[in-house]
Structures are given as structure tokens and as C-alpha cells.
């Protein structure tokens, strides 16, 4: 097989497998990746309508490329809502995205948020609920962080600094200082970037 036509053939399956991805931020840049190779590949051996829908694909993906990433830290585009740790919604959010959170936050215990020592957030996008809080009152100041969870779809971006570093939630509840306890690998550089530092087998965040 010609060199030029395996170039095609990459370009094909880039674009047919970003469609699988669950991940805004990777469909994006495995799409554009995809069009631009099969844009560049039309265009050699000119098939110019062909070219010209793959470059008009290649212009689409950078516009929303760009403006997800200039959006990941603008608070006018993600908003932190207090619900009330037994509030139908946040049960059903918890509810259909079960699996994924037993998976990324095995100790958490959907159970438990009716025994009214613990407060809840939703991190919303426009309408779409993108995260979900929870954090338990354990007295003396100190608020531990049941659940820090993100949609898959969001997951390359970090919407829950809204959360740590900018709504102020915890300070309005009187809270000094916010831990998680023995967090997995994954997420301790992400702790990091929203300013926790290790103690022990914790990572704690002064409020």
C-alpha cells in the first residue's frame, strides 16, 4: 500500500474514532487531528470537495478548541450551586453516574447524605451539571471532601477549582480548613493545582 494511501487511511480512522471518545477536550483535538490529515491527503491527490469539508472541519474544531480553553477558568461560564446533600437532583445525578463514581471515589457512600452532616454542590455549565461536591462537617473547622466528581466529559478540564478556589462556600460555613483523606494517585496533582498540600496520609487546604 502507497504511502500516501496509508496517510489517508490515518486520517479516516483519527476521525471515525474521535466520534467514540466521551471527553470533550480528546474528541476535539483527535478530530481535528483526523480532518487535518485527511484535508491534507484530499488535497494532494485533489479531491477538492472532499478537502474542502475536511478543512471547514479543521477551522470548526480550533474555534471550539480555543474556546474551551479560554472558558476553563472563566466564572461566568461555570457556576457553583449549593443543594441540600438529600436533594432529589443530586441523588439522581449520583444515581446515573453510579458506576463512574464508584469507580474514580470507591469509599463514598451515597447513603449517607441524609444524615444531615454533610453539605452539597453541583458545578453547572449553562444547564448541564459537569461536577458534583459533597463534604462532611467533622467539627473543630474541619470539612472533609466526600466527593469531588467530574462528568467524563469534562474530565481533562478542572471545573472543580470553582469549588476550592473561588466560590467562598467553605468560609460560609465556618469551615477553616478542608481535607481529603488518603486520595488515589489520580488525583493528587489535581489537589496540587487547587492549592491542598500533603499531610500524612491527608491533603489539607486552608480555607
Known sequence: MPWLEIFGWAGSILVVWSLTLGRVLRFRWMNLTGSLVAAIYNGVIEVWPFMAMNAVIVVINIYWLTRLYRERHDEAVYEVVPVRAGDGYLKRVLAVHADDIAATHPGFRAE?????????????????TVGVTVVRDA???????????????????????????????????????????????HLQEYLTRVGFVPDGDRWVRAV
Do not use: C, Q, Y
Open 112 to 128: 449517607l447524605l441524609d444524615d444531615g452532616n454533610r453539605h452539597a454542590w453541583l458545578v453547572v455549565r449553562g444547564d448541564e
Open 139 to 185: 467539627g473543630d473547622g474541619e470539612g472533609v471532601v466526600e466527593l469531588d466528581w467530574v462528568s467524563p466529559r469534562f474530565r481533562d478540564f478542572t471545573p472543580g477549582e470553582f469549588v476550592h478556589r473561588r466560590s467562598g462556600i467553605f468560609e460560609d460555613l465556618g469551615l477553616r480548613r478542608v481535607v481529603v483523606e488518603r486520595p488515589a494517585k
